[in-house]
């Protein structure tokens, strides 16, 4: 008969989770693979847990009150976590729990000593490690002492790392119970752990292994510097012999003590060669059985490697699928379309379903594969000139991968691009082609509006199937990428020429000041119009600064000017409502569908900006860029052969300013036709919902293209298969994409090799021209801007949706980004200094910090506040 509150090791599996918790499961399946020694030992179920819990006074209080604190509020929860515990430690333990855990003991041994460890039902997942959350317990003996700890260990998951780590994981406390593993403890000569991917680049071929004398609870304590090992293939790569000054080892009547290693032995290695390799031979055993890289704690005992825990390694960005064993390098998608977060299934689907190429899924991530322009002399070169003018951060992690030998074997033939310079493409300086080639988007979406409200059901599918042909070949129309192309080189040739004849840093900055045509910028300032209308009645602006559900347009015309203010949010709508933060994802809510996303916004324009601010703002940038253009062309009349070189600048000038407007239009005219899409697959979810079908409309968003169209042909949905892809969108959301990922698993960062940066400054990518100290205002949601005048906005990333606050900022910082990008294309149409591509920027800066934005030299300095710290200097 199987007792229901302990379980033996090699009765469970990983199956049983919900039984045994993570580690218990993890433990129990190792010991079932052959050669993988497992200390023996038994699991205190989770249902002796809840017997336990159930005997807490007002536990479900306790733990809806727990819920209802914020992640940093660790006051509170360092308060309310001590009151759970030692309610746990205070409930006896049940005669028939008690009874089951002396009989287990009995079995293994009353007098033995052992390692009393929680296991908790969400640790040691493929998602999220838990690693270090609740306790361990070494070297206890006795029955009563090993009953004592287990309630120890119940108790140990509410301490306050525990809570707060299921609170930032989004995990539900009720939903998570403990069981607790007790296993015979070892006595080893050397312990440590084991990646079997390499923790540091994510390199899934090499190995690292760290080691130190006694139990590894002194390296996992931190207490000593172990020795480290990085093995490949077979072979040691890298070895640092470390000074271990300390062990931890099993006192004879239970517990541990440190003691201190005999100097001669400090600076011998705690393994041989030969013992690190076999070790690495384990790990990769275990990772091939469990199918994932594996975080591994072993123990060395009398030259015997035995496995005291395994979990995944959950920081690891995952890797495409590449279908071959060949070797392949993927740039990220997302940092080139200003958008790293997770995307959910769906949208990720859409998104390749649009894309102008083949685009491989990791992380809730896009990525492109670039090995074969890589591979093809003829196009590498111009690929690299790319990539580094729109981000030299991609283009330095390129290099270093094309650096070492045989990565990227050479292929003789390759797509040609040819390299980037700031010639003018075939295309004429004639205004009338963005007028033409608007008028063909236009007429586009207007189609497709008309046509998709007669479509319905597996019909719908087709029908879209056909409108995402219309959409790449709008997007891949030679005229389109040359107006394109051609505002993007004559930004470039104005630079470099005027830099060459002039000594002009970043001319073109000033010259595309108020730039015509420019749909983002427009944006922007349409929301300062709206302002205007609504700053006159004090009686809307208080109703909005109360604001909080998003039907609150429908509530403005029983207030005084409430039925101009929803109009002219209504017409903002209408014009820009299909946007958002994070828009290429589709599942994202527009500012249609939560217009309370703008409310922030506009109560910022009302009291920071002053009438008229908007047709005022883009004035003085036209009047700006006009005496630009005029002083720098008589500069140059007074040089050599200065006739010539004033005709080339005025053709570039005018062709900057004719067609860099256009840049933005086509992000504009695919998020048109994406909310298009979205809207009728709405409407077949609420179809599917009414029907039973779905549990909820939004569930179509963690369904794929495919499996959305399968569903609304068979009325049959996976409710589990829903559930999963919602926990690892949650997982997915933790992960930190990388610019560059080779098929090995490694991330690459890149790094900007130059020696402009002052000591201590952020080395980034300057975008837009000029410098501007004040307070940083570190923002990653646009619904949080609560700005000051002077305020320099500190973000991930600017898609266009980010524009209307640019309208009230003094400067821009970002951690992604490039020179063409859309938040560097807007900061140079509204002449703000902007500095992009400052790796971990929202960490390294704190949010209300004084700091100063070079925008030529492409850095940010950190500054001591100043005496007046209302006062903003534009420099």
């Known amino acids: 008969m199987i007792d229901k509150y302990v379980r033996d090791l090699d009765e469970v599996d990983e199956t049983q989770v919900a039984i045994v918790g993570g580690k218990g499961a993890r433990l129990g399946t190792l010991s079932r693979i052959e050669g993988i020694r497992v200390p023996a030992g038994f699991c205190v179920t989770t249902d002796a847990f809840r017997r336990v819990m159930a005997e807490v006074p007002s536990i479900d209080d306790q733990l809806d009150q727990l819920s209802r604190l914020k992640p940093d509020d660790r006051e509170g929860i360092r308060d309310r976590s001590a009151k759970i515990r030692r309610a ?313 991968i094309l650096d070492r030998p045989d990565f990227v074997p050479a292929l003789a033939d390759g797509p040609d691009i040819p390299r980037i310079s700031g010639k003018p493409t075939t295309i004429e300086n004639d205004p009338t082609i963005v007028t033409e080639l608007i008028e063909r988007s236009e007429a586009s979406l207007a189609a497709l509006k008309r046509d998709i409200a007669t479509v319905t059901g597996p019909e719908l599918f087709d029908f879209l199937h056909k409108a995402f042909e219309e959409h790449k070949r709008l997007l891949s129309d030679p005229l389109n990428m040359q107006a394109i192309m051609a505002g993007m080189q004559a930004t470039w040739w104005l630079n470099e020429q005027l830099s060459e004849w002039l000594g002009e840093k970043n001319a073109a900055d000033t010259l595309t000041l108020s730039a015509p045509g420019n749909i983002t910028s427009e944006m922007g300032l349409a929301l300062l119009d709206v302002a205007d209308v609504i700053r006159p009645h004090p009686e809307v602006v208080a109703f909005l600064q109360e604001v909080d559900d998003d039907g609150f347009l429908d509530e403005l015309p029983r207030l005084a000017g409430g039925a101009e203010a929803r109009d002219a949010i209504s017409a903002y709508l209408d014009r820009y409502g299909m946007r958002c933060v994070g828009e290429i994802d589709i599942t994202r809510p527009r500012w249609s569908e939560r217009p309370t996303t703008l409310v922030p916004l506009i109560l910022d324009n009302i009291r920071l900006l002053e009438p008229g601010a908007a047709v005022r703002r883009f004035e003085q940038g036209r009047q700006a860029a006009q005496q630009k253009r005029e002083e720098l062309l008589e500069r140059l009349r007074a040089l050599p052969d200065g006739d010539t070189k004033t005709d080339e600048t005025t053709r570039m000038i005018d062709r900057v300013r004719t067609f860099i407007g256009y840049r933005e239009y086509p992000k504009y005219a695919i998020i048109s036709r994406y909310f298009v899409y979205k809207q009728a697959l709405l ?44 926990d690892t969108f949650r997982w997915h959301r933790t992960l930190t994409p990388p610019r560059v990922l080779t098929s090995e698993g490694e991330t690459i960062a890149g790094a900007y090799r130059r020696d402009n940066v002052p000591a201590g400054a952020l080395a980034g990518l300057g975008v837009s021209g000029g410098v501007v100290e004040g307070r940083a205002r570190v923002l990653l949601d646009i619904a949080e801007a609560e700005l000051e005048p002077g305020d320099i906005l500190v973000t991930s990333y600017t898609d266009p949706s980010w524009s209307p606050v640019f309208v009230a900022v003094q400067g821009l910082v970002t951690e992604v980004g490039g020179l063409m990008t859309h938040g560097a294309v807007i900061a140079r149409e509204y002449g703000l200094p902007a500095v992009v591509g400052v790796a971990d920027a929202t960490r390294l800066i704190r949010d209300g910090q004084w700091i100063r934005v070079h925008g030529t030299d492409g850095y940010v300095e950190i500054l001591p506040p100043p005496d007046d710290a209302d006062g903003r200097a534009q420099l």
């Open 683 to 726: 409407s077949e979810a609420e179809r599917l919902a009414r029907a039973g079908v779905l549990r909820d409309r939004d569930d179509i968003f963690y369904l794929t293209f495919a499996e959305l169209h399968d569903a609304v042909r068979t009325h049959r949905v996976d409710d589990h298969l829903i559930d999963q892809r919602r």
């Open 88 to 400: 746990i430690e205070g409930v006896a333990l049940p005669d028939d729990v008690a009874v089951a855990i002396t009989r287990a003991l009995t079995r293994h041994g009353e007098k033995a000593a052992y390692a009393v460890r929680s296991s908790a039902t969400a640790e040691d997942l493929a998602t999220a490690s838990f690693a270090g959350q609740q306790d361990t317990y070494l070297n206890v003996r006795g029955p009563a002492a090993i009953r004592t700890h287990v309630s120890r260990c119940w108790a140990s998951l509410f301490t306050e790392r525990a809570v707060t780590y299921r609170q930032r994981n989004g995990i539900d406390h009720h939903a998570v119970h403990l069981a607790v593993v007790v296993q015979e403890m070892v006595f080893p000569q050397a312990a440590g752990v084991l990646f079997t991917a390499d923790p540091v680049t994510s390199n899934r071929k090499v190995a690292s292994v760290e080691a130190s004398f006694g139990l590894g609870e002194a390296l996992v304590s931190g207490l000593v510097n172990p020795d480290s090992y990085r093995v490949r293939d077979g072979a040691i790569i890298e070895r640092t012999i470390a000074s271990k000054r300390l062990a931890i080892e099993a006192l004879p009547a239970g517990g541990t003590t440190r003691q201190a290693i005999s100097p001669e032995r400090q600076e011998q290695p705690a393994l041989t060669d030969a013992q690190v390799l076999r070790l690495v031979d384990v790990g990769r055993r275990i990772e091939a059985h469990v199918g994932s890289p594996q975080d591994i704690e072993w123990c060395l005992v009398d030259g015997d490697v035995q496995i005291v825990q395994s979990r995944p390694i959950t920081t690891l960005f995952p890797v495409p699928a590449a279908g071959d064993d060949k070797n392949h390098v993927y740039l990220s998608v997302g940092h080139q379309q200003m958008m790293t977060d997770a995307m959910k299934p769906l949208g990720l689907s859409m998104w390749q379903l649009t894309a102008m190429a083949p685009m491989h899924e990791a992380g809730g991530r896009l990525f492109v594969d670039a090995t074969g322009i890589l591979a093809a002399p003829a196009s590498r070169a111009g690929f690299l000139d790319m990539a580094g003018r729109s981000d030299p951060l991609t283009r330095d992690a390129l290099e270093t």
